[in-house]
């Protein structure tokens, strides 16, 4: 029989199995709904946004989502888990493809999706990122949870790149896609810059030669 809650589901299992007398029934711990997990990661940004990431706790965000800190521990961990896990799960552009058909069309996908996601959240990007230099355990977060999974998926292009014979190997240049498109997108949306022009450019300027001729 499923039991269910706003936000949860609650299996409860029946079987003929003997339970000693005065024995506690197993304890089922609810499900999570994706609806209200994100609700828990957006309670999170939003208590970066208003008093910045080291002041932030998982008893604020508790408050905030209205849920218990023991959830919070049991899902993320740490703080640190938590706000990387916001910021890769909860980013505006999250799941639109990279996989175009054209190492070019794959590489101005994500330039305007890294755009997208600078632009919407560029105080709350650079909040992090600048405690993200003093905690250790925050850039490890950040780089497990979001930095990574973005460099895979541009390594994933070139690969794909080379596979249909745009490129006849994998070049040098593919190394520094990462840094150069998110470094440029950090310094775009430091300046005020909003649209992916720039970062069109960046792709068609330097990103594609480096790679068709190293």
Known sequence: MSVSFP???????????ARPAGARPPV??????????????SAALAVVRETGYEALTMEGVAARAQCSKATLYRLYRTKQH?????LSRTRPARGLPLDTGS???DLLAAARRASSEF?????????VAHASIEDRALHDALRLAFIDPETAELAAAVDRAVARGELSHRPAA????S??????????SLDGRTGSSGLEALVEDVLLPALLHS
């Open 7 to 17: 936000g949860v589901v609650v299996s409860e299992e029946s079987g003929d199995g």
């Open 28 to 41: 089922r711990r609810p499900r999570l709904t994706p609806e209200r997990e994100d609700e828990f990661l």
């Open 82 to 86: 938590l706000v990387a896990t916001a």
């Open 103 to 105: 190492l070019r069309g």
């Open 119 to 127: 632009e919407d959240s560029t105080t709350l990007v650079w909040a």
């Open 174 to 177: 593919a190394r520094q896609l």
């Open 179 to 188: 840094g150069l498109l998110f470094g440029a997108a950090l310094v775009h």
